[in-house]
């Protein structure tokens, strides 16, 4: 009967017919021994084969790992594929981008919004949406979480926060009278044009694969 | 005494090392690899089928363990694992490392010492 119950949740779950019949043989094996040392224990065996299936919490997810281990996967890092390749392309194709239309000669426009005026590169901000859904779409073949693939989408602004943090914070520590301790201003535009409109632009891109692949991940 | 789990991420990253050591004695069938990592931790390691056979089967791709039928005590077919000679070459820094943390751990924070 666990066997029956077994096969029926593995194949649900998507296991590949050419293994199924090994791993639904070696797991019916476990859970059968399990049973019978919960009926040793006292339980009827009905109570016992209930125990039994909740050894697994998620078939799907359990179907998944099984998957993965077989084909040798885990041995590539896992953060690897799902966030720091994604992202590398993320912010490969933006800082590409902004470097072509810099190097055909496009100029930022101005833009005036309440009296502070802002140089954007348009193209740049309006192709950020497809570089972030880029990352965010590798991250989630690779299976990344919600969380790892919403970085991979905004690595580009993670990578200029950090490069802004590197550089204020050394400008503090060569010349602690800089010039933007003074112009508050200057930085608030600085952050809003170059991290915070980015940033906008690359989530628009992400939102899209922030969905939960799998109907059970919340 | 309270028995406390171990915490999982400590769990998973000790759960390899536990494995090749019990099949570095002898060969044993997923049930008694979870049986007895159980009872050897006195309950604080706790594998379940969800856990232990990917992490099988990981290191069975890896080649450091490997798989084959064989009828247990009872008749009843089981796959077996065995060490491999990697498993085994692989074994002995793994426990180093190991033995370094805990050491590092107690000298840090006298765990050992609790």
New interface residues.
């Given amino acids: 009967m666990i066997k029956t119950l077994l096969r029926e949740r593995l194949r649900r779950s998507g296991i590949p017919a050419a293994h199924e019949e090994q791993v639904t043989a070696e797991l019916a094996g476990h859970l059968e021994d399990l049973c019978e040392q919960f009926v040793a224990q006292g339980l009827s065996q009905a109570e016992a084969v209930q125990l039994c299936l909740k050894e697994v919490d998620d078939w799907s997810e359990f179907a998944r790992n099984i998957q993965r281990a077989q084909r040798g996967e885990a041995l590539m890092n896992t953060r690897i594929k799902n966030l720091w390749l994604p992202g590398c392309v993320t912010l490969a194709t933006a800082t590409g981008f902004l470097a072509l239309l810099q190097h055909i000669g496009w100029q930022p426009s101005t833009v005036s919004i309440g009296g502070v005026a802002l140089r954007l590169y348009w193209p740049w901000l309006l192709a950020l949406p497809l570089f972030g859904a880029a990352g965010a779409y590798l991250s989630c073949l690779a299976d990344g979480s919600r969380s790892v693939r919403m970085v991979a989408g905004l690595f580009p602004a993670a990578a200029i926060l950090l490069l802004m943090v590197i550089v204020l914070t050394s400008s503090l520590l060569v010349e602690p009278d800089v010039y933007f301790l003074h112009h508050p201003d200057f930085l608030a535009l600085g952050l809003f044009s170059w991290l915070f409109l980015p940033a906008l632009a690359l989530l628009v891109g992400t939102l899209p694969f922030l969905r939960p692949a799998n109907p059970r991940e919340t | 005494m309270t028995k406390e789990r171990i915490r999982p991420k400590i769990a998973r990253g000790s759960a390899e090392l536990a494995i090749l050591t019990l099949l570095d004695e002898q060969p044993l069938?997923?049930?008694e690899i979870?049986r007895q990592i159980e009872d050897k931790s006195g309950g604080a390691l706790h594998f379940?089928?969800?856990s232990?056979?990917?992490?099988?089967?990981?290191l069975e791709?890896?080649g450091w363990v490997k798989g084959h039928w064989e009828a247990n005590q009872a008749g009843?077919?089981?796959?077996y694992y065995c060490l491999t000679p990697t498993g085994k070459k692989e074994l002995t820094p793994l426990r180093r490392e190991w033995r370094s943390f805990f050491q590092a751990l107690d000298s840090l924070a006298g765990v050992g010492r609790v």
């Fill in positions: 069938y997923g049930f979870a379940t089928l969800a232990l056979y990917p992490m099988l089967y990981e791709k890896r009843r077919d089981r796959r």
